[in-house]
């Protein structure tokens, strides 16, 4: 969770740079080519200018949300946010380890599942023995749980 907030900050600190030093020096720039309505690098600039904006306004809300995770409604006996989770696929009878993480830090190739994804939706407050069948875009996925480690579990 930390490591997301840092990449948030991260992220507007160099937006924020980008609108009040970068930007204002490309539009000053752009404005002494003359006519505006035909001027493509005040157009773009500006564009940018309103995207950057957009984004900021995106990026200082999600780390407000983020901010107000109350940790301690985050269970600590079954599947939740920052859980890593052992699955054995009963219908391919082979075993995947999942974490469930914000949708910002998901990487399904290193399996890093979004708590909204078809799979980490269907995990959310699962045991160890559950068994779980889950509808995904390709199929249907048949998970049993083999180990739970809940993010108050992790070093």
Known sequence: MEILKKKLQDEITQL????????PKEILRA????????????????ERQGFVNARLGQLQKRLGELSMIDMTKIPHDR????????VLDTKKD?????????????????????????????????????EVLIVIPGGTKQFEVLK???IHDLP
């Open 94 to 130: 082979e075993e995947f380890t999942y974490r469930l993480v914000t949708s910002e830090e998901a990487d399904v190739a290193n399996g890093l599942i979004s708590t909204s994804s078809p799979i980490g939706k269907g995990l959310l407050n699962k045991v160890v023995g559950d």
């Open 16 to 23: 924020e740079h980008e609108l009040r030093s970068e930007l």
């Open 79 to 86: 599947v939740g946010l920052g859980s890593i989770v052992l």
């Open 31 to 46: 404005r002494e080519y003359g006519d505006l309505s035909e001027n493509a690098e005040y157009s773009a600039a500006k």
């Open 148 to 150: 739970v480690t809940t």
